[in-house]
C-alpha cells in the first residue's frame, strides 16, 4: 500500500493502442503500433488493429511511447522505513528503476529476505552496494581488503569506495576484481583516474569528484594534482566503538547534504587551476582510455550544480520542494546559508567550474565514453526525487549531448551497465512492461521526455490525471527525502 499512490484502475491484460514505439538502442521510430500486455511483460508489438478482446485499452492516439526511465545514482533507501512520498514522485515521473549507492548489512538482509518496502507503484530495486568505503571501514589497506570480503559475502551487488587515499581505494579495487564484485564510485584525491581505468573500476561518479578527473586534462597537470592534494578527508572515526557506525553516517549525512560548503581556498585553487589549464587534447586522451577500459561515467549533473550554486534561488526557491519532508527542507536551507557564507572567490570558482563540467561530458560522449544518467536524490540538497532525473536530462541538453544519447542514458545503457543487457530498456515481446507515453517525440527534443501522458509500471497503468493526483497528494502532505 501507499499513502500517495492509489491502485490503478487498469492492469493486468492491457492494449495501448495505436503508438509510434521509440527504440533507443537505434532511434527508430515506428509509428501506428500496438503493445500488448500481460502479467507484468510486453507480450506483443504489432501494427494497429489488434483485437482487444478482455484487455482494457490505453488509446495512444498516435503519441508516442518510450520504455520507463532507470536512476543510476539514488539513495532512497537510506530511509527503508519512510521512502513512500519519494517513489511516488518517481513513479510520476516515470522513473521505475534505481541503483542504490549506499548500503549496509541490514539492507541486504532485507533485499534477501524479501522484506524491503513495496508500495503500490515502486520502482525496482536494480543494484545496492553495502557499507560505503571510508575511514570507518576501510582506513588502511587491510581494513579495505576485508570491508569488499564482507561486502561480497553479505551479497551485495558493488562496493561504492566513498572516502578513500589512493592506497586503499586500489587496495579495495584489487580485491573486488579477485572476488569478481564491482567496485565504483569517487576517486579519492591523490589517485591519477587514469590508473583506476586500468586498475579496473567500474564507474566514475559526479565526473570526479573535485578536480581528480579534471588534473588529468590539464596541461599544468603536476601543479593541479599539488593544489588539490590539500583536499583532507573528513574526520569520521576510525575505531569501531559502539554508535561508531550511527555516529559515523550521522557525521556522512551533514557533509553529503552539500559538500561544497567544505570547500577550502585551497580547493578553490585547484578549480581555477585546472579551469585555466585545461587541455582538449588530454582531455580527448582521458576520454579513449575510459572507452578502452569500459570505465562508465554518471555524471550526475544535477548533483554538482546543486552543490556549486548552493544558494542560488533555482534551487532554495524551487516551487517543487512542496514535496519535501519538512525536515529535509530545514537541513536543505541550513546547507544553503553554509554555503553562502563561504568567501566570494570560494563561490566564483565552484561556480566557474560548471563549464568546464558541461565540456567534459560532451568530450566523453563525443568520444562514446560510456554513461549512465543519475541524480544523486534523496538527502542531497536541492534534488526533488523523480524530477531530478528530467533536471538531469536538462544539463545532459546544455553540455550538448543529442536527445537519443540522453534517452540511451536512462534505457538501454544502464542495462548494458548492469550487465542486463537485453533485459529492459526496450520495447518489445517479453520486456518488462515499464513504458512512459509521451505527448511529444523525444527524439526531436529532449524535453519530450517530460511530456508525461501516463506510465505503466510493471503492467499496472498510471494516466496523466491519475499522475497529477498523486502529486498532489505528496505536495498536501510532504513526504519524499
Not at 566503538?241 to 551533514?254: C, R, S, T, Y
Request: aromatic content about 6%.
Amino acid at each position: 500500500m501507499s499513502r500517495y499512490v492509489e491502485q490503478p484502475s487498469v492492469k493486468g491484460h492491457v492494449l495501448l493502442r495505436d503508438v509510434i514505439v521509440v527504440d533507443p538502442l537505434d532511434g527508430r521510430r515506428t509509428p501506428g503500433q500496438d503493445v500488448v500486455v500481460e502479467g507484468g511483460r510486453i507480450t506483443s508489438v504489432t501494427a494497429t488493429g489488434s483485437p482487444a478482446t478482455h484487455a482494457h485499452v490505453v488509446e495512444g492516439r498516435g503519441r508516442f511511447v518510450v520504455p520507463a526511465f532507470m536512476d543510476m545514482h539514488l539513495h532512497a533507501l537510506n530511509t527503508p522505513e519512510d521512502v513512500d512520498g519519494s517513489y511516488a514522485l518517481m513513479l510520476a515521473n516515470g522513473v521505475v528503476g534505481f541503483r542504490q549507492m549506499s548500503g549496509n548489512r541490514a539492507l541486504l538482509e532485507s533485499r534477501s529476505k524479501g522484506t524491503l518496502p513495496q508500495p503500490t507503484g515502486a520502482p525496482a530495486l536494480k543494484a545496492t552496494a553495502g557499507d560505503l568505503l571510508t575511514p570507518l571501514n576501510a582506513s588502511t589497506v587491510d581494513g579495505a581488503v576485508r570491508a569488499v570480503q564482507e561486502q561480497h559475502r553479505d551479497g551485495a551487488d558493488f562496493v561504492k569506495a566513498g572516502m578513500t587515499t589512493r592506497e586503499t581505494f586500489l587496495a579495495a579495487l584489487g580485491e573486488a576484481n579477485r572476488l569478481g564484485i564491482r567496485l565504483g564510485g569517487h576517486l579519492p584525491a591523490d589517485l591519477d583516474p587514469r590508473e583506476a581505468a586500468r586498475a579496473g573500476v567500474w564507474s566514475i561518479e559526479h565526473l570526479g569528484p573535485g578536480v581528480t578527473v579534471f588534473a588529468a586534462a590539464s596541461s599544468k597537470e603536476g601543479e593541479v594534482r599539488a593544489a588539490h592534494a590539500t583536499r583532507k578527508l573528513p574526520p569520521i572515526p576510525k575505531i569501531k566503538v559502539p554508535g561508531a557506525d550511527k555516529l559515523a553516517m550521522k557525521l556522512i549525512k551533514g557533509m553529503v547534504t552539500n559538500p561544497a560548503t567544505g570547500t577550502s581556498e585551497e580547493e578553490a585553487h585547484a578549480y581555477e587551476l585546472a579551469d585555466g589549464s585545461y587541455d582538449q587534447r588530454k582531455a580527448e586522451e582521458l576520454a579513449a582510455l575510459f572507452v578502452e577500459h569500459s570505465t562508465w561515467q554518471c555524471p550526475t549533473l544535477i548533483r554538482v550544480h546543486t552543490q556549486q550554486f548552493g544558494d542560488s534561488a533555482v534551487h532554495t526557491e524551487d516551487p517543487r520542494r512542496r514535496y519535501m519532508a519538512p525536515g529535509e527542507l530545514r537541513a536543505w536551507d541550513k546547507s544553503s546559508k553554509k554555503f553562502s557564507k563561504l568567501p566570494g572567490a570560494t563561490r566564483d570558482a565552484l561556480h566557474n567550474h560548471w563549464a568546464a563540467q558541461l565540456r567534459m561530458t560532451r568530450t566523453f560522449a563525443d568520444a562514446g565514453v560510456p554513461m549512465v544518467a543519475g541524480t544523486d536524490a534523496c538527502g542531497a540538497a536541492g534534488i526533488i526525487p523523480g524530477f531530478a532525473l528530467h533536471d538531469e536530462f536538462d544539463h545532459l541538453a546544455e553540455a550538448g549531448l543529442d536527445p537519443l544519447t540522453i534517452l540511451r542514458m536512462s534505457t538501454t545503457e544502464p542495462a548494458r551497465f548492469l550487465g542486463e543487457e537485453g533485459a529492459f530498456g526496450r520495447i518489445a515481446p517479453g520486456m518488462p512492461a515499464d513504458l512512459v507515453l509521451l505527448d511529444e517525440d523525444p527524439l526531436a527534443s529532449h524535453t519530450g521526455l517530460r511530456a508525461i501522458a501516463g506510465v505503466m509500471r510493471d503492467g499496472s497503468w498510471w494516466s496523466r490525471a491519475e499522475l497529477d493526483a498523486v502529486l498532489e497528494r505528496v505536495a498536501t502532505h510532504p513526504g519524499a527525502h
